[in-house]
C-alpha cells in the first residue's frame, strides 16, 4: 500500500469515526434531555382542569375547563343561590359540594325544609344545627347534642339579647339561669378583658369556666401572663413584680403606678404607703 492510499483510507475512518460520534451523542441527548428544552415549554397538565373530565355535559366540561373545577363550582353555587332554586345544584357531581350548594340555597332563603334535599348525613346536620343557631333561641339550643355546639348556640341567643340592650337570663330559672350569667358575664369579661367579672358568677363552677375562657394568669394578678411579657414587663410568675405592696394589676388597672417601681414619683414614699395613706402616688 502506498502511502497516500494510507493517508486516504486513515481519513476515512476518522470521518466515520466522528460521524458516528455525533449519531451517539444525537441519541443520548434526545433521549436525557428535559422536554421542556426539547419541545419549548413543558405541557403540566393542570389538576383543576384535569377534575373536568368528571363532567358528561360537553358544554360544561367547557365552562370548567376555562377557569378550573373551583371557579366552575363557586359559579354554579352563585347561580343556583341567585334562582333560588336547590336543584340548580345538581349539575354539581360531588356529593359534598353539591350538598354545601344546596346549604347555601337553604340559608339564604332562610328555608329549613330544603336542608332534606342534602344527601349526606353530616352536611344536613350542620344544616339543621344553622338554623338552630340562626334562630337564637336559648331553649332550641338543648336539642343539640354536642357540649361543644351547645354553647355556641346558648351564647349567640344571649348575644343577640345583649345586643338589643337587655338581658335573657331574668327570664329563666333554675340551672337555665345560672347557666345563662355564666355565659352571659363570661362574654363581659372576655369583651373587657377583666378577670374580676368572672367574680360576678355566683356557682364556682361557672367561675372556674368564665377564668378557663380568659386567657391565662399565672400569678393571678389580673393582668394575663401574654400582656405581661409583651406590654407591661413585670414578671408573669410574680404578682407583684418590684415587691411594694400593690399587685402589678392594682398598680396597672387601678393607681396607673409603675409596677416595676417601688415609688413611682420618686418621693420617698412608696406607692403603697401613698395608696394607704390616700397620698397621690404619682406626684
Ligand atoms: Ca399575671
Ligand atoms: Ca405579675
Ligand atoms: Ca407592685
Ligand atoms: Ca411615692
Partial sequence: MNRSKKILISGAVVIFIALFSIFLFNIFFQKNIPDDLSSGIAEEPDPAIEECKILDDPKERAQCEDGGIDA????????????GDPDNCNVIPDEEKHDLCV??????????????RIHSEGV?????????????????????????????CYSAAIQEARDSGGSLCPSLSGTDRDFCWQIHY????????????????????????????MPPDSDKDK??????????GTDPNNADTDGDGLTDGEEIRIYKT????????????????EVESKNNPLR
Fill in 186 to 213: 363570661t362574654i363581659d369579661a372576655v369583651e373587657q378583658n377583666d378577670y374580676d367579672v368572672c367574680g360576678k358568677i355566683l356557682t364556682e363552677s361557672g367561675k372556674t369556666y368564665c377564668l378557663n375562657v
Fill in 103 to 116: 346549604l347555601a340555597v337553604a340559608l339564604d332563603l332562610s328555608n329549613e325544609s330544603i336542608c332534606d
Fill in 124 to 152: 344536613k346536620g350542620q344544616c339543621a344545627y344553622q338554623f338552630i343557631i340562626n334562630e337564637k333561641d336559648f331553649f332550641k339550643c338543648n336539642s343539640l347534642t354536642k357540649d361543644i355546639d351547645r354553647e355556641f
Fill in 223 to 232: 393582668i394575663s401572663d401574654t400582656a405581661e411579657i409583651t406590654q407591661y
Fill in 258 to 273: 409603675s409596677a416595676l417601681l417601688r415609688d413611682t414619683d420618686n418621693d420617698g414614699f412608696s406607692d403603697f404607703e
Fill in 72 to 83: 366552575w363550582i363557586s359559579d354554579k353555587h352563585n347561580f343556583a343561590i341567585k334562582s
